[in-house]
């Protein structure tokens, strides 16, 4: 079993800068692909980051068009946290974040995706 947990939501003004960041604990996995996603009321959830592994070659990171060079995603994979900074908000970016983690449990045989419980980001304008 994976547990993550999540922090740094929060309101901020338009324009502002928000952190947030996400710890995997548990035992028994190995963490694949670590992403951040984002609901707003009335609206599907969507990825917002992500960020591989990368093993010997390195991470690559991938971006959702509307946050892209706004928000930076990355990962420190001794500690199993993943953050995301989010800088130039924009009310748009109003929603729930979720943390996802893509990872392989060795008792299970078998890959799992894990979610956090979510965070609230508002921004006001």
């Known amino acids: 079993q994976v547990q993550l947990v999540e922090s740094g939501g929060g309101l901020v003004q338009a324009g502002g800068s928000l952190r947030l960041s996400c710890a995997a604990s548990?035992?028994?996995?190995?963490?694949?692909?670590m992403g951040w996603y984002r609901q707003a009321p009335g609206k599907q959830r969507e990825l917002v980051a992500a960020?591989?592994?990368?093993?010997?070659?390195?991470?690559?990171?991938n971006y959702a068009d509307s946050v892209k060079g706004r928000f930076t995603i990355s990962r420190d994979n001794a500690k199993n946290t993943v953050s995301l900074q989010m800088n130039s908000l924009k009310p748009e970016d109003t929603a729930v974040y979720y943390c996802?983690?893509?990872?392989?449990?060795?008792?299970?045989?078998?890959?799992?995706?894990?979610w956090g419980q979510g965070t609230q980001v508002t921004v006001s304008s």
């Open positions: 996802n983690v893509g990872v392989y449990e060795y008792s299970r045989i078998q890959h799992n995706d894990y």
């Open positions: 548990g035992s028994g996995f190995a963490i694949n692909r």
């Open positions: 960020i591989t592994n990368g093993g010997t070659t390195g991470s690559t990171t």
